[in-house]
């Protein structure tokens, strides 16, 4: 296993893989990986001859106020997970090599971007869809992996990769939790041990609202309505959002007569999380 800094040294390692006839994965992520991402490592690792994972904190999808320079960074850590899962290559870059002085084009959306943490985080989107564009571009891979915890960013890529023509493979994996049912994320490491307790409304609500539609009820408003009853009971939390959308558009809907997503994103202290159920997964 690698860790290469540079886009051309990824692109011979990749062109000689091509030449072999080989496979490639992709797995991007920010760092800090846990099990979550190793989940995406093993399937990559599964259904391509050879696996890159990108290992970038990608400044153009933060905003101006959010977390980047705190947001926990471990490269001999993510290096000893990565070979342990399989992966060949860690793409490592540092911002000026993905990011040239002068550099001004930008891949954005409308409709799937302007709800969820679109709303709440108007630049997010563009940053995403400009970085992954990027590695899709250096990597060329036949496929590549991401998570359902960022729901509303597995449906935006996959719809980029269809408007774009790219010729890859979008794949979504579960979400990965804790014993106790709170979502695997980097950002759990900012949790003290009373916000980690606190954290679990955001599983319990998901486990709630899954119930209620397992049960028959089709008002969005009032699955909406007892999940967020159940997250405001707790002090230490506050919501941002809690809504349900069509699954391909991510805009909102009044009942359940399509497939749907129920996503949520709740602030424990200062610390901004997120969880979500699919309707088609009750």
Request: hydrophobic share 40%; proline share 4%.
């Amino acid at each position: 296993m690698k860790i290469i800094n540079n886009i051309d040294e990824v692109r011979a390692q990749v062109k000689e893989w091509r030449k072999q006839g080989l496979t490639v994965g992709l797995v991007p992520t920010m760092g800090y990986l846990h099990e979550g991402h190793a989940s995406l490592i093993d399937a990559s690792h599964r259904d391509n001859d050879r696996t890159v994972v990108s290992d970038f904190v990608n400044p153009m999808q933060f905003g101006p106020t959010e977390d980047l320079e705190s947001y926990p960074r471990d490269i001999e850590h993510d290096a000893a997970l990565v070979e342990a899962h399989g992966g060949d290559i860690i793409f490592h870059p540092e911002p000026s090599e993905m990011y040239h002085e002068g550099f001004s084009s930008f891949v954005d959306m409308t409709v799937l971007t302007e709800e969820l943490c679109g709303l709440s985080r108007p630049v997010h989107f563009r940053g995403v869809c400009t970085v992954v564009s990027k590695l899709f571009n250096i990597v060329q891979p036949d496929r590549a992996y991401f998570g359902k915890k960022d729901a509303q960013q597995l449906a935006v890529i996959r719809h980029m990769a269809d408007d774009l023509n790219m010729d890859i493979e979008i794949i979504g994996c579960p979400i990965i939790r804790e014993a106790d049912g709170l979502a695997k994320s980097s950002r759990n490491t900012y949790l003290n041990a009373d916000e980690r307790k606190a954290a679990l409304v955001l599983s319990q609500a998901v486990k709630l609202g899954m119930d209620m539609v397992r049960n028959g009820e089709k008002n969005c408003a009032d699955i909406i309505g007892a999940m967020k009853k159940h997250i405001e009971a707790e002090p230490l939390a506050k919501i941002d959002y809690v809504k349900i959308v069509d699954c391909k558009t991510m805009q909102q809907i009044p009942e359940l007569d399509r497939p749907a997503l129920c996503a949520m994103a709740v602030y424990i202290g200062k610390t901004r999380l997120i969880d979500n159920f699919f309707t088609e997964d009750v």
